[in-house]
């Protein structure tokens, strides 16, 4: 069983996660609206991933024996004043996703939870990833502004493609 800070913690988590998805759903739909389809597409896959990485978290505490309790999350925002906003606001939202997942690894590590600390790696790897990802979008999208063609173009040839991670962890109801 983990200890009983860590999985507090993971259940906050686990809301912040599912506020996550929901945040991404809400700029695919901004780019649904102004016919930019791969962004779109883009954003409706990070939303999915998004509550997939939820979901581990709750697949994590269930085979522990531990509590799971779903929380509500606040609304997304969801006007976005140009094609850039979004893309800002989901690096801002990477960047602490990177800090609450580090303040989980560090609780882990601070209540000799090994087993959660070991769940954690993944999610720091992770988020490596992410916010990478972001950071090159928010370059290419900033310098494209004007030229949506463009930031599609992009999307569809660097976006996707990239299956599934065989060392990621177990998604509950998958």
């Known amino acids: 069983m983990p200890a009983a800070r860590f999985a507090e913690q993971l259940n906050v988590q686990i809301g912040n996660e599912l506020a996550a998805h929901n945040q991404y759903l809400a700029c695919a739909v901004h780019y649904d609206a102004l016919t930019m389809p791969q962004m779109a597409a883009f954003f409706y896959g990070q939303a999915l991933e998004e509550r997939e990485h939820a979901m581990m978290m709750v697949q994590y ?4 024996d531990a509590d799971v309790t779903i929380p509500g999350v606040e609304a997304p925002t969801s006007g976005f004043a140009d ?3 979004p893309v800002e606001l989901a690096l801002a939202q990477e960047k602490k996703v990177t800090e609450q997942i580090n303040g989980l690894l560090r609780i882990a590590r601070e209540e000799h939870d090994y ?11 992770e988020q490596v990833e992410e916010v990478a990802t972001m950071s090159d979008l928010l370059t290419v999208v900033t310098r494209s502004r004007d030229d949506v063609n463009d930031i599609e173009e992009y999307v569809a040839r660097e976006q996707g493609g990239e299956g599934a991670d065989p060392t990621a962890p177990p998604v509950a109801g998958a």
């Open 61 to 64: 505490l269930l085979d522990t």
């Open 83 to 85: 094609v850039v906003a």
């Open 115 to 125: 087993a959660s600390e070991q769940f954690m790696q993944w999610f720091i790897k």
